[in-house]
């Protein structure tokens, strides 16, 4: 059958696809936050499946997680010499925060990968997967929170008004733990080696940053801020602890924190967008 030609003889143009949008981008994102009760459930069932047949299920993440801050709050805190009614907390609430970031990072890099047949079975937005990763870290976050209650009711942090702060820091998580998902989850899935890389940062990047340490062990003798501790105002991970942390220590928060971290999610952000556009319709071919 000839193609269908115009009045001047000139075969039509063939359709532009729109495949590789932004609209498109949006499109996906909006539409899996719309399936929510699909990837609720599949965060649910995530957590369930991963505690079957265990006697304590969930709570094993609350027990290894508080056993592990207690040991290295107690042992490192006699090391630098650090007062445990602080120096406890402090850390407790550090590798509370600390799994969140580590958790995101990690699941969402085989986040696809690790369901390559529903993928391929179930046509649904991309996004469906991300927002499902995002939840189940939250789920862990919120089993690991009753270590802080703990905590708090033993120790009694003086607390004020600047609590509340912890709220945004933690809107700004959820926005990271998002585009963190979209970036390393899809370029992962194309490039498996970059899933090893980052378990081997993660754990260099954990000693980098002030968890089990404190940044104000960095100060010098006169009590102005040391060559080290300008060194790890670099490291964004400290920013990203801090807003969330200090807050629940009693402690102001700088604005630098706050700049870097929201200045790091704008950046995220856009590689994310920019990934859906030009790679999220390739996900199921690279699965």
Known sequence: ????????????????????????GFQDLADGFRNRELWLHLGWTDIKQ???RSVLGPLWITIATGVTAVAMGILYGALFHMDIEYFLPYVTLGFIFWGFIETTILDGSVVFSTNEGLIKQ??????????R????????????VVIYVIIYAVFRPSLDWSVILVIPAMGLYILNAVWVTIVFGIMSTRFRDIGQLLSTMIRLVF?????????????????????????????PMYH???IARAPLMGEPVALHHWIVVIGCTLLGWIAALLVMRNFRSRVPYWV
């Open 1 to 24: 059958m000839s193609a269908v030609v115009n009045d001047g003889g000139i075969p039509p143009a063939p359709p532009v696809s729109d495949s590789k949008t932004f609209a498109r």
């Open 50 to 52: 991963r505690y079957k």
């Open 122 to 131: 179930l046509p649904a937005p991309v996004s469906i997967h991300v927002y």
């Open 133 to 144: 990763n995002v939840w189940r870290s939250l789920i862990i976050f919120a089993h690991n």
């Open 207 to 235: 000693f980098m940053t002030p968890i089990i340490w404190s940044a104000k062990s960095l100060t010098n003798v006169s009590g102005g801020i040391s060559d080290r501790a300008k060194l790890a105002q670099l490291n």
């Open 240 to 242: 990203y602890l801090e």
